[in-house]
């Protein structure tokens, strides 16, 4: 959930302390720090901090993050251990500015969760984040000196998200930004929900810390809202009963505005359709480069739909995609070479440091060297191989229908059987676990764990296909297309695409999870208007999954799951349709679900295949 204790804590430990007393060092001998207030139209001051180079013969562009993290240490003697995007940035020199958002630590003002943006404002009291950057910027050029009167703006995760939101009526001196795993809609897609269904272990824990009430500008929000020593995830879930008791005397207790209202907002309505920035992205004039990975559990979504609806709405806009084998923010790091036990062979963070953002931000920003000559940069996982695209997805990308068939095969025809079904029990007192590894927290390897686990379960359907004579290659968006029919009133659908890899020198076969996604089924035809199932009908769930770079190599199996739990990354569905943050223990109930692989009602799983 954006950055959670989780990933901070992968955060500090990416950045050792002699890293850290390095680059205080840097920074202290060659900036100078200053602190100011600066005013927005409608009077409410944001804690604004700068780095400036102490070097005045030359002028530096602004790179600009806005955070609600804090803008901290607090304190004009006080250094972090780094600013900007990268060491290279840092090291090259510009004017950072650091500034915690409205309502957030030493900013003054009201903090509204994913502020939305207005259109056409028409008086100072009408502000949103495209307006308090505007304001920002205007006063950094006035009041700041030797500058050459050019800004970019950066940020990862909801940093990604003030990113983004700098694009909708730009200021002209902003000329490069890059939204890096920005929020985007957290309905559809990010941190909240996936197609409808309530990411359960990550609000809890993230909204502890964030979600605490403030009186007013602050520097530290103090502990959390309760203690909650987690030792098991799947265990203190099952044992919370229900969304609702998350708001017990124990946990929020009503003390959480952020929780309250995403609890209350279960379809998509006027409160989450406000927040999607996506529809503001119109009129885009600054270079972008998008930036996301295919390991990020909170904003995958956020990354690719940030590049389309850019691309989309703006043609002809320079708007860049890059997509690495990282987890949230990982690209960040000093190195990422390895992850979930996959070795890349290669240091993918370094190389987009160097060779893309920093190449992105200094040409934009200072007429040094060259434009990236790539529209996509897309790392493309089971070759670990980086492929540049002049479009994304791939124009030579043609669809591919997988279909499920009798007997857990898969295969390219369509089903000839005319009552071919595969059915398991959906147990809510028993839900089927996200990942096999017991933890207090999230368990960060579970986009690429090994599924063995999970198809030796009866409630998992598992469909496999033939050993690969070539390689497949998989390049964009994927569809599943499935007929189900449930014996409750509401379920939920998970795919995942799994890359069996053989076993190697007596080693077992590995499931590996190349992509999973989930919807709410009563969701399956609006999201703003659910739908119960009429029990044992027949009904279409079509899933759109977000985007792979994968290569299926030759010798490897295909595998589809489909499941209706993913406990307790996904909250539990009652299987009964209803308001589910409402539901009552005795709400939940058995269910039925059959998936159906006939010559009349055929599910298919359509890829993208590049030949």
Excluded at 307 to 328: C, F, S
Excluded at 346 to 366: A, C, G, M, R
Excluded at 411 to 438: F, I, L, Q
């Amino acid at each position: 959930m954006r950055k959670s204790p989780l990933c901070i804590a992968i955060a500090l430990l990416l950045f050792p302390t002699l890293f850290a007393q390095n680059k205080t060092a840097f920074l202290k001998e060659n900036f100078d720090k200053i602190e100011v207030y600066i005013p927005m139209r409608d009077g409410v001051r944001l804690y604004t901090v700068i780095f400036q180079p102490k070097d005045s013969t030359t002028d530096y562009p602004f790179l600009m993050e806005r955070t609600p993290y804090s803008a901290g240490p607090y304190g004009e003697g006080e250094f972090p251990y780094t600013v900007g995007p990268n060491v290279g940035l840092l090291e090259g020199k510009y004017i950072f500015v650091t500034q915690d958002v409205r309502g957030r630590y030493k900013s003054e003002g009201n903090f509204e969760e994913m502020t939305p943006n207005i259109e056409n404002k028409t008086s100072a009291k009408q502000t949103d984040e495209s307006s308090d950057t505007y304001d920002t910027i205007e006063w950094l050029l006035k009041n700041i000196k030797h500058h050459n009167g050019r800004v970019g703006i950066h940020g990862i995760s909801y940093p990604g998200f003030y990113a983004t939101a700098s694009l909708p009526g730009a200021h002209p001196a902003i000329k490069a930004v890059s939204p890096q795993a920005p929020v985007t809609d957290e309905f559809i897609g990010d941190d909240v929900n996936h197609k409808g269904a309530f990411f359960l272990m990550d609000n809890f824990s993230f909204m502890n810390y964030f979600d605490k009430e403030r009186k007013g500008p602050v520097e530290s929000y103090g502990s959390q809202i309760f203690n909650a020593d987690i030792k098991d995830a799947y265990d203190f879930y099952l044992r919370l009963g229900t969304v609702g008791n998350a708001n017990g005397m124990d946990y929020f207790n009503n003390k959480a505005k952020i929780w309250n209202e995403i609890t209350t907002h279960d379809t998509y309505d006027d409160y989450w359709k406000a927040r999607n920035i996506r529809t503001s992205l119109k009129n885009i004039k600054p270079a972008v480069l998008v930036v996301g990975g295919w390991f990020d559990a909170e904003d995958l979504f956020g990354a690719l739909e940030t590049y389309r609806a850019i691309e989309k709405q703006n043609p002809g806009a320079d708007n860049k995609l890059v997509m690495g084998p990282w987890t949230h923010g990982a690209w960040a790091s000093p190195n990422w070479s390895r992850y979930a036990g996959i070795n890349f062979d290669q240091n993918t963070s370094k190389f987009y440091q160097d060779s893309i953002e920093t190449v992105f931000f200094n040409y934009h920003l200072k007429d040094v060297g060259s434009p990236l000559n790539f529209e996509a940069k897309i790392f493309e996982t089971g070759s670990n191989t980086w492929k540049s695209y002049q479009q994304w997805p791939p124009e030579n990308a043609t669809p591919l229908n997988i279909y499920l068939h009798s007997g857990a095969r898969l295969n390219t025809t369509v089903p000839s059987s005319k009552e071919g079904y595969t059915m398991y029990n959906s147990d809510p007192d028993r839900p089927v676990p996200y990942t096999a590894k017991k933890s207090g927290r999230r368990n960060n390897e579970y986009m690429a764990e090994d599924q063995t686990f999970a198809s030796e379960r009866k409630d998992v359907a598992s469909f496999t296909g033939e050993v690969l004579e070539n390689d497949l290659l998989i390049s964009g968006p994927v569809k599943a297309e499935l007929k189900v029919s449930t014996s409750g009133t509401d379920a939920d659908f998970v795919v995942k695409i799994i890359d069996v890899e053989p076993s190697v020198d007596g080693k077992p076969e590995v499931q590996r999870l190349v992509r999973a996604e989930v919807i709410r089924g009563k969701f399956r035809n609006d999201f703003s208007k659910p739908v119960a199932f009429t029990p044992n009908k027949i009904e279409s769930v079509n899933l759109d999954i977000p985007d792979i770079a994968h290569l299926f190599k030759k010798g490897h199996k295909l595998m589809i799951q489909i499941q209706s739990s993913w406990f307790p990354l996904v909250d539990r569905n009652p299987q009964k349709f209803m308001h589910i943050p409402s539901a009552k223990l005795t709400d939940f109930r058995n269910a039925q679900i059959r998936i159906y692989h006939q010559q009349d009602n055929p599910s298919r799983i359509i890829f993208p295949v590049i030949h």
